[in-house]
């Protein structure tokens, strides 16, 4: 069990914001709230998880805060405005940090009370060429910026003027958060670890007669007695006919002899997220038919991983999975023809119907362009992508061999782009056949 785990240090974070501030342009502001809380339903709130733009910039982990970033401001460019101490709320919902503490613990020039928002900050924004946020990420808070905006405007006669221009603060912030840092990687490193005492443990219990969701729990155990408090996302645990069931969540069947189960869980440490899947058989053992779809969606895998190097483009992983895929298709008897007619004309998505990745980081579909000007994205060092093919062959299928008739499998590692190729970050969680039943015999 590890005790501790390595986080972002606050000179990681001044580094960001000032990266941002040299993408501003002159004369301007930028102002990111925080997550809110969630009701769940009476008096019980969804567990808080901060909005990942003001993570990153901030990593300041309460609700009900407001960052402001005004570049070349005499007195700070930093500013947060947060909750005050409160021991009464404190006695029921933990420490609060306060305004005072918040710049010692977290790198910021000034802090305020929350409460003070309306009598300051329409001042910081008066008079500012440009304002950076993003409209539309949180409805409330947009009201906020129109009613202070508006406020400026009807005080022209005295002197006051409104930001002339509105820009999206996401671009700037997204297009920072697609290359990861050193200390960004070794913290989804750790997520990684974590992931695979997760599927590790869970290999060890999969057994017939066994339901879902107790391999669930053995995931969740596993990330959390690493640290990782939480998955990344509602973990998928599938068995049989499930596995072909893209996003199946219920997670209640009862798994059963001679059946495969998909699992795709990752944990989430320091709010970055890990996204792997693995395909095992319940008793430990692939069947033949099992076996030759697998070997067909891991050679897909390792063909589309191959691809993931600096100067290829984001869409050659999937171009080489598919290629993969649809021959060992054909070569099964699940599509018939020449495979580059195939592909061309998508016979494929009948089996496979979507995408081999995504950006991976602070959100599991991380933040990040895939085209820029038409043109798919070149990898560079520091991207991560997933990297998660797979064949869905369901039991509805009365058009295709028997023997593969309810067969669903996808494997997915996290791939990080280096100067030299890459480095699979998962690399530790059993996946060959052999791997794979090595493990589960453990159990």
Known sequence: MSKSGPVISLREFRRRRQELMDMMDENCIAILPSARVMSRNSDVDYQFRQDSDFQYLAGFPEPEAVLVIIPGRE?????????????EAERWHGKITGPERAMQLYGLDDAFPISDIDDILPGLIEGKSKLYYSMGANHDFDGQIIHWVNSISTNQQSGSRPPGEFSHLGNLIHELR???????????????????VGHKALMELTAPGRYEYQLEAALLNGFMMEGARSPAYPS????????????YTDNDAELKEGELVLIDAGAEYQCYACDVTRTIPVNGKFTEAQREVYEIVLAAQLAAIDMVRPENHWNQPHEAAVRVLTEGMVRLGLLEGDPAQLIEEEAYRKFYMHRTGHWLGLDVHDVGEYQID???????????????????ISEALKDVPARYRGIGVRIEDNVLVTRSGNEVLTSMIPKSVAEIEAAMAVG
């Not at 007195?75 to 021991?87: A, N, Q, S, V």
């Not at 697609?178 to 695979?196: D, G, N, P, W, Y």
């Not at 038409?374 to 869905?392: A, D, H, Q, S």
């Open 178 to 196: 697609l290359f990861k840092s050193k200390q960004e990687l070794e913290v989804m490193r750790h997520a990684a670890h974590a992931t695979a």
């Open 236 to 247: 998928i645990v599938g068995s049989g006919e499930n596995a072909n069931i893209l996003h």
């Open 75 to 87: 007195h700070g460019e930093t500013i947060l405005f947060c909750r005050e101490r409160d021991p």
């Open 374 to 392: 038409g043109e798919w994205r070149v990898f560079e060092p520091g991207m991560v992508t997933t990297i998660e093919p797979g064949l869905y």
